[in-house]
């Protein structure tokens, strides 16, 4: 498995538990700070409490049951239903990282994979100074991994921004402020300390400090916080069609898909992709289905619980970006509960 991130651990921890030899690479170290909104939907908090097999992390999580809409000087409220978890990705993949070595995976960091290539019979992983052979391959290495065949369009790309704040008394909901040309997301860690999180287009802004005062609300609030951390970017982020597969290796998380941040959904579909991954591979593995019968279950899988949340974030991120009035409209809509609470389970993994 390549990625120690939520969709990496879970796959290795989930091929772990059916009694496979795994071995985990991660080009970085844990614990680190990613940028990421850290909101871990309800949806998903029982797999990852299964993951980690203790529910301290997921216990001691502030709750979010309802998320606010900052949007052309107008305010929407929505329910969240199952309550969202608010947990820091320092701790996240720290915990997980660790659950992986606890449930017997071989994990490696600081192992960064050079190539993939495929042979008749196994897969030859090339590090910087040796190389491993593997029956299957599941590529969890991030939306923009060095190893997929297919590189994304440059038409639209965006950078991602991240830093955690002291806050006075922070709001209990997640917080969603947007502006032409992107949005910051705010929600509560806990002890007084919130997260903000960005996706901005680059020639908008390029840094927290300038994207905070592009939403009046967003300027007002953060004019008292005080960093706690030293901002964290990723660049580009960009959209690309769903792929489940890649010359024989497994997609998984973000290598696979990349849903709109503001859904929320992201870190549950980095969970449950990694354990479908595993799970198709599992009858490979005891060798009672072919590998290309492997990758088709994982495909329609993948098609069936995760792609439909990516589609309707997408048609979301579109009414977004629709002229003011038009985005009125929309929004009076979702001022409907039950017209609000289908379009946030829309943007859910399947059951």
């Known amino acids: 498995v390549i990625g120690g991130g939520p969709a990496g651990t879970s796959a290795a921890i989930t091929a772990a538990q059916f009694g496979f030899k795994v071995v985990l690479l991660e080009a970085g170290s844990f614990p680190r700070h990613k940028v990421c909104g850290e909101f871990v939907s309800g ?4 797999l990852l409490a299964q993951l980690l097999r203790t529910c ?4 001691g999580a502030p709750r979010i049951s ?5 949007l052309d000087d107008r305010l929407l409220e929505l329910a969240v239903r199952p309550a969202a978890a608010s947990i820091s990705r320092h701790d996240l993949d720290d915990a997980l990282w660790k659950a992986a070595v606890g449930s017997g995976v071989v994990t490696r960091d600081r192992s960064r994979v050079k190539q993939v290539r495929s042979t008749a019979a196994s897969f030859v992983i090339k590090l910087e100074r040796e190389e491993l052979l593997a029956r299957s391959v599941i590529n969890a290495s991030g939306r923009w991994s060095n190893l997929r065949m297919h590189k994304p369009d440059n038409d639209e790309q965006w950078i991602g921004l991240k830093g955690h704040f002291m806050e006075g008394r922070p709001s209990s909901s997640c917080d969603l402020y947007f502006f032409d040309g992107g949005y910051c997301g705010v929600q509560p860690l806990g002890h007084g300390v919130v ?3 960005a996706m ?6 390029r840094s927290l400090e300038a994207l905070l005062s592009l939403n ?8 008292s916080w005080k960093s706690l951390t ?8 960009f959209f690309r069609p769903p792929q489940t597969s890649d010359r024989g290796m497994i997609l998984a998380g973000d290598a696979a898909a990349f849903i709109d941040p503001f859904a929320g959904d992201g870190i549950s579909m980095a969970l449950h992709s990694g354990r479908l991954a595993a799970f198709a591979l599992r009858p490979y593995l005891a060798g009672e289905c072919s590998l290309q019968s492997a990758l088709q279950s994982y495909d329609r899988a993948h098609s069936e619980l995760i792609q439909p949340a990516v589609r309707s974030a997408r048609r979301l991120r579109r009414l977004l970006q629709l002229p003011r009035t038009l985005r009125a409209t929309a929004m009076s809509l979702l001022q409907v509960p039950l017209l609000a609470r289908a379009a946030v389970q829309e943007t859910r993994v399947r059951q």
């Open 43 to 46: 949806e998903a908090l029982p």
């Open 56 to 59: 301290d992390i997921v216990a």
């Open 66 to 70: 309802n998320a606010r809409i900052f």
């Open 195 to 197: 997260n903000a999180a």
């Open 200 to 205: 901005v287009k680059p020639e908008v802004a």
């Open 216 to 223: 009046s609300a967003l300027r007002a609030r953060s004019a």
């Open 230 to 237: 030293e901002p964290v970017s990723t660049a580009p982020l």
